[in-house]
């Protein structure tokens, strides 16, 4: 959903009202209305002015701690589920980096980490928009929810194509030009693989073949079952009463990255079958026709058509950021025993819930920018919504639990021998790494907005990249301090 364009319109998440403007300004005119009938009443009958509005801030306080208690409730099972997803994307990535195919062509490992990186943005991307468009009412109309669900999953066809040949580009230029980077990927989010058997085949043409083919068809065919569950999972919860922007974001991108590895494993095993022939040729022809026609279908949908052509800059950018803190990975993960298994949790649940946080100020921005620019307006995300401040709070407190709870998951699988006081320095270190995610997603948004770009496309890439490299550093600077003063961490074999 694309932002007014007003050069006029200026709206401060600092200073942003739970109502809009103008409708705020109704409210104060009735206020004073009320105020002169209150002060007859007061004159007359003493004290019921002043039960009245005892009674009006009761009834608003309790509309706020529902709207409070509202988001502990949707976003405190997801976040888990979504960390827990992570963790066990990391263990389908150690799996199948055996597989023939991937012991054949080093870049199919190589490929996981940037498509995965990609592929996650996109989704995420499509289920703020989605968010926003349902928490505005958009997806009320049956006839104009299908145009936005049609229009964003064609979308999500051509955006994928595009991601999936450059994801194949990217890691088959690092694994030629960069000795190893094929056999030792770096993945900030996930645990990283035992380096795949030696005797892969050296990398030529064929290989690229296989290698963007194999990326293409799993990117297209994860946008087709995933773009279509984020869809549904939009609708259900506007039906249902729920939000989706405290529930679509972290689904989203813990199950892309699930089910694109997973496609991926599958196609590059059957794909591999053709390596030599025409078939990889056929399946990228097949994948260009098919994301052409989609792009056709965009371009004549009123509501998408500006996404075709805006947002590549973000998912670029965040790729740059994200190979940075790919790098510190490479540095440290052998160097620190349970390294890798922390690194889902400080990568995802900064991640994940910083992504709800931008998803929720960018649906406000949008609502009260509607509002603005239509007097008669109203806000269908409700009138006593908390203020950005207070969901800050309370999505801190929301995720230092689910920290905690992944630490004592490690600890009762028998994943991670640790002592209690590095868990709790690690967790502390974690706190840390959430209130970054929440501040950096507070101000990325206002400032994407206010300098006239939808947070919706902008933001998450960019926070979700600056989330992976900071959770790294943290990580690092954690392990660093626990050595200092003569912790003992060790990763336990899973059986």
């Known amino acids: 959903m694309s932002r007014p364009s007003s050069p006029s319109l200026h709206i401060e998440l600092a200073h942003l009202d739970t109502t809009p403007d103008s409708h705020h300004d109704s409210h104060n005119d009735d206020y004073d209305s009320d105020n002169d009938e209150d002060d007859g009443e007061h004159a007359l009958l003493g004290g019921s002015s002043q039960s009245r509005w005892h009674q009006k801030a009761q009834s608003t306080a309790i509309k706020f701690v529902g709207q409070?208690?509202?988001?502990?409730?949707e976003t405190s099972p997801i976040l888990l589920f979504s960390t827990i997803g992570s963790l066990s994307t990391g263990e389908l990535f150690d799996h199948i980096s055996h597989w023939k195919a991937m012991a054949s062509v080093n870049e199919l490992i190589a490929i996981v980490p940037v498509i995965l990186n990609l592929k996650g943005n996109i989704e995420m991307n499509l289920s703020a928009r989605l968010g926003t468009a349902s928490n505005m009412g958009d997806l009320d109309t049956p006839s104009v929810r299908n145009n936005i669900i049609l229009g964003n999953l064609?979308?999500?066809?051509?955006?994928?194509?595009?991601?999936?040949?450059?994801?194949?580009?990217?890691?088959?230029?690092?694994?030629?030009?960069?000795?190893?980077?094929?056999?030792?990927?770096?993945?900030?989010?996930?645990?990283?693989?035992?380096?795949?058997?030696?005797?892969?085949?050296?990398?030529?043409?064929?290989?690229?073949?296989?290698?963007?083919?194999?990326?293409?068809?799993a990117a297209c065919l994860s946008a087709i079952v995933l773009g279509s569950f984020v869809c549904f999972l939009v609708v259900l919860c506007r039906k249902f009463g729920l939000d989706p922007d405290n529930i679509a974001p972290p689904i989203a991108s813990c199950l892309g990255d699930l089910i694109t590895l997973s496609l991926l494993a599958v196609m590059s095993t059957l794909i591999i079958l053709g390596i030599g022939t025409p078939t990889p040729f056929v399946v990228i022809a097949i994948i260009i026709l098919f994301a052409t026609a989609c792009a056709s279908?965009?371009?004549?949908?009123?509501?998408?058509?500006?996404?075709?052509?805006?947002?590549?800059?973000?998912?670029?950018?965040?790729?740059?950021?994200?190979?940075?803190?790919?790098?510190v990975l490479?540095?440290?993960?052998?160097?620190?025993?349970?390294?890798?298994?922390?690194?889902?949790a400080f990568g995802g649940i900064p991640g994940g819930t910083g992504s709800i946080f931008v998803s929720r100020l960018s649906t406000a921005l949008h609502a009260m920018a509607s509002a603005i620019g239509n007097p008669a307006g109203t806000i269908t995300w409700g009138s006593h919504e908390p203020t950005p401040r207070v969901v800050f709070i309370v999505l801190l407190l929301v995720a230092a639990p689910v920290g905690l709870i992944y630490f004592i998951v490690l600890r009762l699988f028998s994943w991670l021998a640790a002592p209690f006081a590095f868990s709790m320095l690690a967790l502390f270190f974690l706190c840390i790494g959430i209130t970054i995610s929440l501040v950096v997603g507070f101000y990325l948004t206002n400032y994407l907005w206010a300098r006239g770009y939808d947070p919706d496309i902008y933001a998450l890439p960019i926070h979700s990249a600056i989330m992976d490299l900071s959770g790294q550093?943290?990580?690092?600077?954690?392990?660093?301090?626990?050595?200092?003063?003569?912790?003992?961490?060790?990763?336990?074999?899973?059986?």
């Open 68 to 73: 409070t208690f509202r988001i502990i409730i």
């Open 154 to 217: 064609a979308l999500l066809q051509v955006q994928a194509a595009v991601v999936s040949f450059i994801a194949a580009s990217v890691s088959f230029f690092l694994s030629t030009i960069v000795p190893g980077a094929g056999e030792n990927p770096s993945e900030p989010l996930r645990p990283r693989p035992t380096p795949a058997p030696v005797g892969a085949s050296k990398s030529g043409f064929n290989e690229f073949m296989v290698v963007a083919s194999t990326s293409m068809s």
């Open 297 to 327: 279908i965009v371009r004549k949908n009123e509501r998408v058509r500006p996404l075709l052509k805006d947002g590549w800059t973000p998912l670029l950018g965040a790729m740059v950021i994200s190979s940075a803190s790919g790098i």
């Open 330 to 344: 490479d540095l440290f993960v052998t160097r620190y025993d349970g390294y890798a298994l922390l690194a889902v």
């Open 473 to 495: 550093i943290l990580l690092v600077s954690c392990f660093e301090l626990a050595s200092a003063i003569g912790f003992h961490v060790q990763s336990l074999p899973k059986g």
